[in-house]
């Protein structure tokens, strides 16, 4: 089990950049699978992207390609989401999540280790 916590989310307007970051805590971090999901009010909680246990690999959902950059320090046990251009349709708690079984168990939300997430608000 590992330990998250996000930060740098905030309110923004349409277009602008935003940069998340989650730090993890733990035995053996590196060997998590690391990930980002979005609830928005009303709403269920959505896969935005992954990162492989060595960094080398990006998965994203199809809402987010082209404008969010996954990536993670190994080194220092950090992930970030670099989020681009982005739009109302964006706003929701982004909520950083671990999982020791794999991208599959990942984007089925199954078994994940969960942070207490970070609201983005994006004005039009």
């Known amino acids: 089990q590992v330990q998250l916590v996000e930060s740098g989310g905030g309110l923004v307007q349409a277009g602008d950049s935003l940069t998340l970051s989650c730090a993890a805590s733990?035995?053996?971090?590196?060997?998590?699978?690391m990930g980002w999901f979005r609830q928005a009010p009303g709403k269920e909680r959505e896969f935005v992207a992954a990162?492989?246990?060595?960094?080398?690999?990006?998965y994203y959902a199809d809402s987010v390609k082209g404008r969010f950059t996954i990536s993670r320090n190994i080194a220092k046990d950090i992930m970030y989401l670099q989020m681009n251009r982005l739009n109302p349709e964006d706003t929701a708690v982004y909520l950083c999540?671990?999982?020791?079984?794999?991208?599959?168990?990942?984007?089925?939300?199954?078994?994940?280790?969960w942070g207490q997430g970070t609201q983005v608000t994006v004005s039009s």
């Open positions: 999540a671990a999982s020791a079984s794999g991208i599959s168990a990942m984007r089925a939300a199954n078994g994940l280790d």
């Open positions: 733990g035995r053996f971090v590196s060997s998590y699978v």
């Open positions: 990162i492989s246990r060595g960094g080398g690999t990006p």
